[in-house]
């Protein structure tokens, strides 16, 4: 037991993050907006740890994690694992430059079939906003990635999310623009869901941090 609490302290040993501290503050601003029983749970202490490293851009951790702080972070995991409130709490920390805008894919679906292809551009070309004259790309955190290719409201025509995905990678690469994401989805999943193209692209614009395969259903 002493040898594992050993193991655990080490790896989230970051000359950046004073991690007890971020931890405490989670929990307190997860009890506030995400729900009373909100609660850290030990098994989601290196989940955490990671994506503090990518926010707080910990080099050395980053290395050792396999993170590219240049990407974006997609967040995987089973059903109610708690993507989504971490994704909204860990904004909380940052500072506004940093700071993305969470918006769910389905959402955005809803939004195309009622406004069309300028939502496209909304969420890709279009994302800037003007900081002190100048044009900074707009970070998106797109919830629950390859759920909306349920919405069958226009076929196989347009799959939105796989568009505005190919798009936001041309300006990740001209202006890196940053995406984020959350997704049920594996790898192979994402990939029957929007393609090769867009699984390709998305490797080389976002990390992947995953839950594990087992991690429980915090809804119940
Ligand atoms: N650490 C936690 N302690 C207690 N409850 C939590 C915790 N994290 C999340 N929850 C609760 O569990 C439920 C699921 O959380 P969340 O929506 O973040 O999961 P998710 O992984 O995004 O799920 P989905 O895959 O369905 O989108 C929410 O009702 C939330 O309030
Ligand atoms: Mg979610």
Redesign the pocket.
């Known amino acids: 037991m002493a040898s594992h609490s050993k193991s655990h302290s080490e790896s989230v040993r970051s000359n950046v993050i004073q991690f007890d501290k971020c931890l405490e503050f989670l929990e307190k601003a ?1 009890k506030e907006y ?2 009373p ?5 030990k098994e ?1 202490h290196l989940i955490i740890f990671k994506l503090l490293v990518y926010f707080y851009q910990d080099k050395p951790n980053a290395e050792k994690h396999g993170i590219d702080l240049h990407k974006g972070i997609l967040l995987t ?10 994704m909204t709490l860990l904004r909380f920390m940052l500072a506004p430059k940093k700071q993305y805008i969470i918006k769910s894919a389905r959402d955005i679906t809803l939004e195309f079939i009622q406004d069309g292809y300028s939502t496209i551009n909304k969420y890709s070309k279009a994302a800037f906003q003007q900081t002190g004259g100048e044009l900074i790309p707009k970070a998106y955190c797109f ?2 990635l390859g759920v909306e290719s349920n919405i069958k409201y226009y076929g196989n025509e347009t799959n939105v999310m796989a568009e505005i995905l190919l798009s936001r990678y041309d300006m990740f690469i001209s202006r890196h623009m940053l995406t984020h994401a ?1 997704t ?1 989805l594996s790898a192979s999943e994402i990939e029957n869901c929007y393609g090769n193209r867009v699984r390709s692209r998305m490797r080389e614009m976002i990390n992947v941090i995953a839950f594990d395969k087992e991690a429980k259903d ?2 119940v």
């Open positions: 997860g995400i729900s029983k909100f609660q850290i749970w989601d995991g089973p059903v109610g694992c708690g993507k989504t409130s971490l919830d629950d959350t049920n915090k809804r």
